[in-house]
């Protein structure tokens, strides 16, 4: 058997090695691969980043355990960049599975960064017929949500004194794997005219290219990609840093396997036509 016609036959564990290496090694290591940061990213981060100390935005959670991976460092980011900012987000959810979950999130980049319940963020909850229920919140927050996640009255928490409805807001950013997305551009962006951006998975984030250049959506943070770049934005590699490295990885591993595989076969079928 031929050098060629061995490495076409290489066993299948092998190969699984070293995937598995090339996950656990750059891990360990802690290799962080150089982030472009595209506009649409830049865009998301320029608007918050602009806003003054104090302003509110909302942010809309909508995911649950399967999107969790793409969706939760690009939550964490956009967390940690308005916490050291000063900016008050208001947290909804219209998607019941994610809810304990978008709960601790929030409180986990809370404690880190110092932030304070009722007064620098609050979570609204969970309320079904998300049309309804956006469409009211442009009237007033407390038609759907007179109180919070935890049964407090809004007007018993410092944040929400003096804010009614979005006009009281400079943005609603919202991070969702459902078709929420198309239910706050229909019924919220465009009855109420506010400013709005969306942190999506990859496979969705091309769907939204086209409102993004008529302007009805002013940033994308598309899939683990986006939060990757978004922590570049704000200097805080993180999961998705982390993540967009070790796949790099994985996928120049996976490509030389194609190639070695390739050539291999080409290899050894060219020596068996000579033979003949």
Same mark, same amino acid.
């Given at each position: 058997?031929t050098?060629?016609?061995k490495?076409?036959?290489?066993?299948?564990?092998?190969? /699984?090695?070293?995937?598995?290496?090339?996950?656990?090694?750059?891990?360990?290591?802690?290799v962080?691969?150089?982030?472009?940061?595209?506009?649409?990213?830049?865009?998301? *981060?320029?608007?918050?980043?602009?806003?003054p100390p104090?302003?509110?935005i909302?942010?809309?959670?909508?995911y649950?355990?399967d999107?969790?991976?793409?969706?939760e460092?690009?939550?964490f980011?956009?967390?940690?960049?308005? %916490?050291?900012k000063?900016i008050?987000?208001?947290?909804?959810?219209? %998607?019941?599975?994610?809810v304990?979950?978008?709960?601790?999130e929030?409180k986990q980049?809370?404690?880190?960064?110092?932030?304070v319940y009722g007064?620098d963020?609050v979570l609204?909850?969970?309320?079904? *017929?998300?049309?309804?229920v956006?469409?009211?919140m442009?009237q007033?927050f407390r038609?759907?949500?007179?109180?919070?996640y *935890?049964g407090t009255?809004?007007?018993?928490?410092?944040?929400?004194?003096?804010?009614?409805?979005?006009?009281?807001?400079?943005?609603?950013?919202?991070?969702?794997?459902?078709?929420g997305?198309? /239910?706050?551009?229909?019924y919220? &962006?465009?009855r109420?005219?506010?400013r709005?951006?969306?942190g999506?998975?990859?496979?969705?984030?091309?769907? *939204?290219y086209?409102?993004?250049?008529?302007?009805?959506?002013?940033?994308?943070?598309?899939?683990?990609?986006?939060?990757?770049?978004?922590e570049?934005?704000?200097?805080?590699?993180?999961?998705a840093?982390m993540?967009?490295?070790?796949?790099?990885f994985?996928?120049i591993?996976?490509?030389? /396997?194609?190639?070695?595989?390739?050539v291999?076969y %080409?290899?050894?079928r060219?020596?068996?036509?000579?033979? &003949?």
């Open positions: 058997m050098f060629f016609e490495i076409t036959l290489i066993d299948r564990r092998i190969v /699984f090695i070293v995937i598995a290496l090339a996950v656990i090694i750059p891990l360990l290591l802690r962080d691969l150089p982030i472009k940061v595209t506009p649409e990213v830049k865009k998301v *981060y320029d608007i918050i980043d602009e806003l104090g302003s509110v909302v942010m809309p959670c909508e649950a355990p999107t969790m991976a793409e969706l460092p690009m939550l980011a956009v967390l940690r960049h308005c %916490f050291r000063d008050k987000v208001i947290g909804c959810l219209f %998607f019941p599975t994610g304990k979950l978008i709960e601790q929030f980049i809370a404690e880190e960064q110092g932030a007064e963020y609204l909850g969970y309320r079904p *017929y998300p049309a309804v956006i469409m009211s442009g007033d038609q759907s949500f007179p109180e919070d *935890y009255s809004l007007d018993a928490l410092p944040m929400m004194k003096g804010v009614k409805n979005y006009d009281d807001t400079e943005l609603v950013l919202t991070i969702n794997a459902t078709s997305v198309d /239910f706050w551009l229909i919220g &962006r465009e109420y005219g506010f709005y951006a969306l999506v998975t990859a496979v969705m984030a091309a769907d *939204y086209s409102y993004l250049n008529s302007g009805q959506v002013e940033g994308i943070i598309g899939g683990l990609k986006g939060a990757a770049e978004y570049s934005l704000i200097d805080y590699g993180d999961l840093t993540g967009m490295s070790i796949q790099s994985v996928h591993v996976i490509v030389l /396997f194609i190639i070695i595989g390739n291999g %080409f290899a050894s060219g020596k068996q036509r000579g033979r &003949r």
